[in-house]
């Protein structure tokens, strides 16, 4: 039996990269790509793949927007995060939005073949040691608070948020002020940055 694999990656290089290196396997067939998360959630629809494939930073939507998105609908489709991303707070956050594996783009391909065939058989694959340093540093930021924290590191005024989010100026400023707070930082630059440093945004 094939399995269907969607690629979601923003960087044609990479993707055409992978899509080369799965086609080699007699099991797998690469069924799509799509440059941005939007295009993912379109592309999921009408080719309904067995395993998703995605990046976490794209255009429009994250890979982790995206699986979110599938997991409210009950998909059957079963997503592997190959990242370059690091960070304990991105696997946490995956793991929660019901992704199946986790995987760095600089791991070998025997990983990533394998992790494939392990997630569409119904299995995990993360790296075990990334896997205790996620849940060893919780994410203190709730949903609300990240999106203003993001929408603060792209330079938006606290105005401009409360129009984007439908909140008022003062409300935008509480959840910067408790999002500042939480990570420890001075201003709303740094607790951006600190904030996407552990993979929180």
Known sequence: MLIRVLIAEDQRLVAGALAALLALEPDIEVVGHAQDGAAALRLLDELQPDVLLADIEMPLLTGLDVAAELRRRGARTRVVIVTTFAR????????????????????????????????????????PALAMQAWSEPDPLTDRERAVLRLAADGASSAGIGAQLGLSEGTVRNYLSEAIGKVGAENRVEAARIARDRGWL
């Open 88 to 127: 304990p707070g991105y696997l946490r956050r995956a793991m929660e939005a019901g992704v199946a594996g986790y995987l760095l783009k600089d791991r070998p391909v025997e990983e990533l073949v394998a992790a494939v065939r392990t997630v569409h058989a119904g299995g995990r694959a993360v790296d």
